[in-house]
């Protein structure tokens, strides 16, 4: 029994002794690395979220407008006076959707353009679905402020985007 504690003993010291070469801090670069790393990954699968948040915006109420007793969404608006922002923001959403899916550089930088296109295009829709007229203003709806928010966090998953670079002292010929 003292023999079996003795080694156990032996074996506790062994471990301390060897944590003493460890650094007592983490490395700087290597805290940075992660932490970039890991802030890419959640900001891309928050862009994902949003994508899809974004298209269930455009079915969702945007405004009502007590004079006529309609409830406007991306997809209608009365004698379709406000056209269907739905159908391009719709469009939007699918195609940033598949570019941050994609592990391409040309990808990323197309995604960029797109979702800076629907961020725009959803400011647009945004002013025209929710202006006064006639001294009457309508009432805005949860889902003109989801489709707004929605873009405006693909728009920011779009310029962080989660991508690896390949070293280029790996691929470099030795002479």
């Known amino acids: 029994m003292a023999e079996w504690l003795g080694r156990a003993l032996q074996k506790l010291v062994q471990q301390f002794e060897s944590a003493r ?3 007592k801090f983490p490395l700087p670069n290597t805290e940075r690395e992660f932490f970039n790393s890991m802030f890419s990954k959640i900001l891309q699968q928050i862009g994902f979220v949003a994508c899809i948040a974004l298209v269930v915006a455009c079915f969702m109420p945007w405004a009502y407008y007590a004079d006529i007793k309609e409830t406007f969404t991306g997809f209608y608006s009365f004698q379709n006076n406000y056209g269907k922002p739905g159908k391009f923001l719709t469009l939007v959403a699918i195609i940033a959707f598949v570019l941050m899916y994609l ?3 040309w990808a990323k930088r197309t995604n960029l353009f797109v979702c800076a296109l629907g ?6 829709s945004y002013i025209l679905f929710t202006s006064c007229y006639n001294a009457y203003c309508p009432e805005k709806e949860a889902g003109v402020y989801l489709m707004l ?9 779009s310029i962080f985007p989660d991508l690896k670079m390949k070293d280029k002292k790996a691929h470099t010929p030795q002479t």
Do not use: D
């Open 21 to 23: 070469n460890l650094p």
């Open 149 to 157: 928010i929605a873009t405006i966090i693909m728009l920011l998953s």
């Open 119 to 124: 961020v725009g295009y959803a400011i647009k």
């Open 103 to 105: 592990p391409k550089v």
